[in-house]
């Protein structure tokens, strides 16, 4: 009988793996379409999941801070598969673009292609993608002047202020004003999610988590070893994302750029490409790593960036029910939430526009991609194809 169940729990997770490799492989379009993705295969062709605890988990991932698709992977893979499940369905879909974008940091350094006119084209694409982001995200989360006024105040901060403490006080003081202005708001959804994780491994998870975040800062200064500092930059980016992928651009851009570890060309060069692949936006962190310490580096960034979704999403589940029907945490949710809009703004005037757009052929050609995007809803790998070429072709006139 043992073996038997043993064998039916190494049968479960090899599907889990052989799943989620086949989204990583075919996902493309950012967060949103993942979810998408998700639900077309774990709800309605595996059924997994059932549509409740779907939208439940769903709720979850954009409640903590992290890539929300691949959270929802993380849960669906422990609902199949225990912890492990969640380990497997997390490598399937994050694998295949990791190392993609590593062999392209590889290639970029090899032949010293970073002032090429195709990559001024990518940053082009980043132009228009993120654009994108910012229209589809105001709509959803500022739709009320008080979160109009809060994505502002995040705008103006950031934008006078271009340092990561600006960013977290920002992003503190939001979920306060929230809390004041949306404490009342009632929230009467109820959970069906029922997970095989007890409140103790979830307290240590969520421990692990905030003493990662207070003690690698004192480790690195006390320590001054390149690898903690890396993984402490990486690590820090990835616990303060609130809003999906697109976000983690502003935080790794002050991480990285201004210290001199990556250059503007190489940083956006990397933010268009990672735009071409599958799987989550935040294996761009794969492509930064290998730039500054080679395939390692690609491969501990990864980890670091991802660290605290994994502790995040294993340790809020055995609580989310509680929280979720608290309406003051729901309400400093929201507070936040309107922060991330201004500082995608804040992030898309610097460093993606100003050091893209430069005369009328830039804006002409980012107008085109914009459209080809939102519009004619052609794949978002097309778009990315496309400016390179263009990119290349005006700068050869």
Not at 162 to 185: D, E, P, R
Not at 369 to 395: D, E, Q, R
Request: positive net charge; glycine residues 10%; proline residues 5%.
């Amino acid at each position: 009988m043992n073996h038997k169940k043993e064998k039916s729990k190494v049968h479960t997770w090899w599907e889990i793996l052989v799943v989620s490799t086949k989204l990583g492989l075919t996902s493309f379009g950012g967060p949103i379409a993942h979810l998408g993705y998700f639900h077309e295969e774990y709800v309605r062709r595996k059924k997994w999941i059932n549509e409740k605890s779907y939208a439940d988990l769903v709720a979850l991932s954009q409640f903590l801070p992290g890539p929300a698709s691949s959270q929802v992977g993380i849960g669906i893979g422990v609902l199949r598969g225990g912890v492990l499940g969640g380990v497997l369905s997390f490598l399937g879909f994050t694998l295949p673009s990791v190392f993609v974008l590593i062999l392209f940091a590889l290639f970029m350094q090899t032949t010293g292609v970073e002032l090429t006119g195709w990559i001024h084209g990518l940053k082009l694409v980043a132009v228009a993608i993120v654009a994108h982001a910012i229209i589809g995200m105001a709509k959803n989360l500022t739709p009320d002047l008080k979160r109009k006024t809060i994505a502002l105040l995040a705008l103006v901060v950031t934008l006078l202020w271009h340092t990561l403490a600006a960013q977290v006080g920002i992003i503190l003081l939001a979920a306060c004003l929230g809390y004041v202005m949306y404490k009342h708001q009632d929230n009467h959804v109820k959970s069906e999610m029922s997970f095989p994780l007890s409140r103790r491994f979830g307290i240590i998870c969520l421990s692990l988590f905030v003493g990662l975040l207070l003690l690698l800062p004192l480790v690195r200064e006390l320590t001054s070893i390149q690898w903690i500092d890396m993984f402490d930059r990486f690590y820090r980016s990835g616990s303060l994302v609130f809003g999906g992928g697109h976000v983690v651009l502003p935080l790794l851009e002050r991480e990285f750029v201004p210290t001199g570890l990556v250059s503007e060309e190489a940083f956006l060069a990397g933010y268009g490409v990672t735009q071409a692949v599958p799987g989550p936006l935040f294996t761009f962190a794969a492509y930064l790593g290998a730039t500054m310490n080679g395939w390692l580096g690609g491969l501990m960034a990864t980890v670091a960036i991802f660290l605290p979704a994994f502790l995040l999403i294993l340790g809020a589940i055995p609580f989310w029910d509680q929280l979720r029907r608290n309406p003051k945490v729901n309400g400093a949710l929201m507070g936040v939430n309107a922060a991330v809009v201004g500082l995608l703004l804040s992030a898309f005037y610097q460093p993606i526009w100003i050091s893209a757009v430069f005369e009328p052929i830039d804006f002409a050609l980012v107008a085109i991609l914009f459209s080809m995007l939102v519009y004619w809803k052609l794949p978002p790998w097309v778009i990315v194809v496309t400016g390179a070429i263009c990119g290349a072709i005006v700068s050869a006139l």
